[in-house]
């Protein structure tokens, strides 16, 4: 693959993150040569760590779908390496949430302990409560099938076996997936219970992907692998360079080359042109569709699409490294929230809450005794792009943002001040320098009502030879959306090939 020769079957593949190396092990285990270009030092993307004064600091995973072997997600785990050498931890509070006046939510893994917990705390609310925890029971179980066959009697057995359950499921799936969070929320009379429901996650999300990661937790199938996110990126990566995967680091691609309407490879930063058979964009859905194809291959639904969705928000990433053990806390994998007597003022939004990972339960990310915490702040993109065109404005202001939040968690956690180590602030200006997401994006489209209804295509209107894959074509995103969108374009591939698709 160079500018001057063309290999047969062979691939390009834009961005290292977990979809482009997902998509360059299936293309590899299925004999595609493949290449991929990376604009970034690292594998990963967003699936990623980086490390300050002996601390990591996660910016990634704190839950991984599928994470134990009855899971159908689990062989794909497995498929590009990223499973086998984790030890998984399934905390048994997956987020704690504080109220102003001393409130305490525990969202707890086992629905029954959920359910009684809940119904103490709001009496007046355990009608609602027993009917959201009777569907979390009803898909507890459930097994989605990530991976159809292609063969139609296995399909149809397949289908088969899955009926009972499906059937259980549908009517479930039907109830939640049209009601956003914020509704789901206001359906608590206790004012604690409505106001942590709707914070808990986005508001604009729809209640069913609450109730299947709940189902998820409950079955066990969804935990924390031990060392956090850089690891597995690694493992990733060296999984597809064994499998003969050729990748090329700090290499943006400006253009995908088109000649009579198939996609015939990429112009790089650098000036290089290199072909190849197909193209695929494992990168941000934006750029790839409006800049490095300058929008000429659109049709009302991915207009639709980039219009009317809504992309996740952008974060600050507030990493700490703090000599204490945080022993007395529970270990809380999805999120330890705390309550703001006084509100924190970010991008001109009064926060009232910090939502910390206290990460006293991996001793990987921290020297012994002591522990990494990272806080996370939805806010607001234009804000950030605004102050960092003033590079002085951009650094004062994250340093009093790093000041006054270290000043809040030591009205909850006296005496942190004192033992902080490290501060590291990342914000969104950080993730869309080293990622390139849109609008600085953590996980492509908002699951809301409307983006869960309906699939996003991975191929463009008029365009052939190119695929799209990653977070911006399945809504919800996460690590399961790049390993899903990368095994199924492939697998569309062989078909168009004429290769019977392989796993391992
Ligand atoms: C704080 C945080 C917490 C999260 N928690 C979880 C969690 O608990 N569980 C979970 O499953 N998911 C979680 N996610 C989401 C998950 O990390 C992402 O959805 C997923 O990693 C996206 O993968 P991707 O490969 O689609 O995109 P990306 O990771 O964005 O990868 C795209 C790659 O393309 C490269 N690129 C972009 N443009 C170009 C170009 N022009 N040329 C060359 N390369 C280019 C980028 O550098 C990047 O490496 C979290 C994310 C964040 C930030």
């Known amino acids: 693959?160079?500018?001057?020769?063309?290999?047969?079957?062979?691939?390009?593949?834009?961005?290292?993150?977990?979809?482009?190396?997902?998509?360059?092990?299936?293309?590899?285990?299925?004999?595609?040569?493949?290449?991929?270009?990376?604009?970034?030092?690292?594998?990963?993307?967003?699936?990623?760590?980086?490390?300050?004064?002996?601390?990591?600091?996660?910016?990634?995973?704190?839950?991984?779908?599928?994470?134990?072997?009855?899971?159908?997600?689990?062989?794909?785990?497995?498929?590009?390496?990223?499973?086998?050498?984790?030890?998984?931890?399934?905390?048994?509070?997956?987020?704690?949430?504080?109220?102003?006046?001393?409130?305490?939510?525990?969202?707890?893994?086992?629905?029954n302990r959920l359910e009684k917990h809940l119904i103490e705390l709001a009496p007046e609310d355990a009608d609602f409560i027993k009917s959201f925890c009777g569907s979390v029971r009803a898909c507890s179980g459930f097994n989605p099938p990530v991976e159809s066959s292609d063969n139609p009697l296995i399909k149809f057995f397949n289908n088969l076996r899955g009926l009972p359950k499906m059937l259980t499921v549908l009517p479930h799936l039907i109830r939640w997936t049209n009601m956003p969070m914020r509704e789901f929320s206001s359906r608590f009379k206790n004012p604690f219970l409505a106001e942590a429901m709707k914070n808990l996650w986005m508001p604009e999300m729809s209640a069913t992907t609450f109730i299947f990661t709940l189902a998820w937790l409950n079955d066990k199938t969804?935990?924390?692998?031990?060392?956090?996110?850089?690891?597995?990126?690694?493992?990733?990566?060296?999984?597809?360079?064994?499998?003969?995967?050729?990748?090329?680091?700090?290499?943006?691609?400006?253009k995908i080359l088109v000649e009579n309407n198939s996609a015939v490879g990429v112009l790089l930063e650098d000036g290089r042109e290199v072909r190849a058979d197909t193209i695929i964009s494992a990168a941000d859905g934006h750029a790839t569709i409006f800049d490095m194809l300058?929008?000429?291959?659109?049709?009302?639904?991915?207009?639709?699409?980039?219009?009317?969705?809504?992309?996740f928000p952008p974060l600050l990433l507030i990493g700490l490294g703090v000599n204490r053990t945080f022993n007395e806390l529970p270990a809380v994998n999805g999120g330890f929230n705390i309550y703001l007597d006084k509100a924190l003022e970010i991008a001109g939004e009064k926060i009232s809450h910090l939502d910390c990972m206290i990460y006293n339960f991996d001793p990987n990310l921290a020297p012994e005794g002591k522990t990494a915490l990272t806080v996370m702040v939805g806010t607001k993109y234009n804000y950030w792009k605004e102050i960092s065109a003033e590079p002085e404005l951009y650094e004062s202001e994250k340093k009093r943002i790093a000041i006054e939040t270290i000043q809040r968690l030591n009205g909850r956690f006296p005496g942190l001040s004192d033992q902080v180590e490290m501060v590291d602030v990342a914000t969104p200006m950080t993730f869309e320098r080293?990622?390139?997401?849109?609008?600085a994006s953590f996980e492509g489209w908002l699951p809301t009502p409307q983006a869960v209804r309906a699939s996003i295509p991975m191929i463009l209107p008029g365009l052939n030879h190119f695929y799209m894959v990653g977070h911006w074509v399945q809504a919800g995103g996460g690590l399961p959306s790049g390993i899903m969108t990368g095994h199924d374009v492939v697998k569309q591939m062989c078909k168009r090939d004429g290769i019977s698709f392989k796993t391992r």
Request: net charge neutral; proline share 5%; charged share 20%.
């Open 294 to 311: 300058e929008g000429r291959y659109l049709d009302d639904k991915i207009r639709m699409v980039y219009r009317d969705y809504t992309p």
């Open 222 to 254: 969804a935990g924390y692998p031990l060392g956090g996110s850089l690891p597995m990126a690694q493992d990733v990566e060296a999984r597809y360079r064994q499998l003969g995967g050729e990748i090329e680091y700090n290499c943006r691609v400006k």
């Open 434 to 439: 080293y990622t390139g997401n849109w609008q």
């Open 1 to 111: 693959m160079s500018s001057q020769t063309q290999s047969s079957r062979s691939v390009i593949i834009i961005g290292a993150g977990i979809a482009g190396l997902s998509t360059g092990i299936y293309a590899r285990l299925n004999g595609y040569h493949t290449k991929i270009f990376e604009m970034h030092s690292l594998p990963g993307g967003l699936m990623t760590a980086w490390k300050r004064k002996g601390y990591t600091i996660d910016g990634c995973i704190h839950w991984l779908t599928g994470s134990e072997p009855s899971s159908n997600f689990y062989p794909m785990w497995a498929d590009i390496g990223l499973i086998q050498k984790r030890e998984i931890i399934y905390p048994d509070v997956f987020n704690h949430i504080e109220g102003p006046n001393g409130e305490e939510l525990n969202i707890y893994r086992d629905v």
